[in-house]
């Protein structure tokens, strides 16, 4: 079993685990692995270990890795479901609405009708989380809890889009269950807006919280993805600016 395979195990072990000490069931909660600066290689470890689901912060990084695992395993490449959990640029978003089947990170009008605008035809609709900046950090991406509710009604009726729930990046805090309070209020968020009998909701479903660090917490509040990066792949080593 290679590394990534062991680690990927660990992980799932640890849902399972959280899974249970909450009272949910292991199925309630899916595993979002993070594969932003790690090569094709890397994804095709894990793909092979079972893993079929990645997120990626840099779309040009991402749609050269996806380019690479589709030459080297076609017909496991194919399987894969790529979430795009980074900030997208205006000149990004063709790329973003090619080649992912979600997006975590959705604060801007302006950016979901373009997206919908730019999803090719042959494609099923681009799978959206509204982004919530829960702990109000001033330089964090993401609307304030109070303005999401709005924001999906705007973006409810676009065509080639498809909402399906909330995602935040809280700072870091010291303790489980000050972890879980603040994961809970972004879990009061996506219940707020699936009792809101909006039209447009009928797959509102997910709750994308909780990371390698505070994963355990996050399914005690309520995340249906966890997303885990050096869990699975190990420390990042960022280029140089």
Known sequence: MTTIASQLQQVNARIAA???QAGRSADSVALLAVSKTFG???VLQAA???????????????ADKMAQLRALAPALAAQLQWHCIGPIQSNKTRLVAAHFDWVHTMDRLKTAQRLSDQRPDGL??????IQVNVDGGATKSGVAPGDALALVQAIAGLPRLQLRGVMSIPDPVEGFDAQVALHRRVRAVFDAVAASGLPGLQ?????????TADL???????STLVRVGSGIFGARSYPAA
């Open 216 to 222: 355990e917490a996050a399914v005690a509040a309520g």
């Open 124 to 129: 099923a609709p681009l799978q959206l989380c």
């Open 18 to 20: 959280a899974c249970a």
């Open 203 to 211: 797959r509102w479903d997910t709750v994308s919280l909780g990371m």
């Open 40 to 42: 094709a290689d890397a």
């Open 48 to 62: 092979q270990a079972g893993q079929r689901a990645f997120g990626e912060n840099y779309i040009q990084e991402a």
